[in-house]
C-alpha cells in the first residue's frame, strides 16, 4: 500500500489513508518528525540538573505527540492521564526513550 491521501494534520501529525482496492483493505498512518525534539531534548540534557531559577520544579522529559499515541495503542492506555502515573514513570525510565529525557536520573 502506498500512501494514498492526507487525511489530517495536527499537533506535529500527519495523518495518511492507505488503501488497497483489490483486496478492499485500509490503513491509518500516523507519521511524525521527532528529530527537533530529539535535538532540542539533548541540548536542555547539557544545560544542568532540569531546574528551573527557583527549584521548584524539575524538566525531566519532553515527549512529541505522537509517542502518546503510541503508548496508546500498545498499552491501551494513555501514560499521561490522571492515575497511570505507573505508566508514565515505566515511559520515563524506558532506555529506549532516554533521547526524550532532558535531566539525568530515574523516576
Do not use: C
Not at 3 to 30: K, N, S
Not at 48 to 74: C, H, L, M, N, Y
Amino acid at each position: 500500500m502506498a500512501r494514498d491521501r492526507l487525511l489530517d494534520r495536527y499537533d506535529g501529525l500527519a495523518e495518511y489513508l492507505h488503501f488497497d482496492p483489490d483486496d478492499e483493505h485500509f490503513a491509518v498512518e500516523l507519521v511524525s518528525d521527532v528529530e527537533p525534539v530529539i535535538e532540542r531534548n539533548k541540548a536542555l540534557y547539557t544545560e544542568g540538573d532540569g531546574f528551573g531559577a527557583s527549584r521548584e520544579w524539575k524538566r525531566v522529559a519532553s515527549f512529541p505527540p505522537i509517542i502518546r499515541e503510541i503508548t496508546k495503542q500498545i498499552w491501551g492506555a494513555d501514560p499521561f492521564a490522571s492515575g497511570n502515573e505507573e505508566l508514565l514513570r515505566r515511559l520515563l525510565n524506558d532506555p529506549d526513550l532516554r533521547h526524550f529525557r532532558t535531566a539525568p536520573g530515574r523516576i
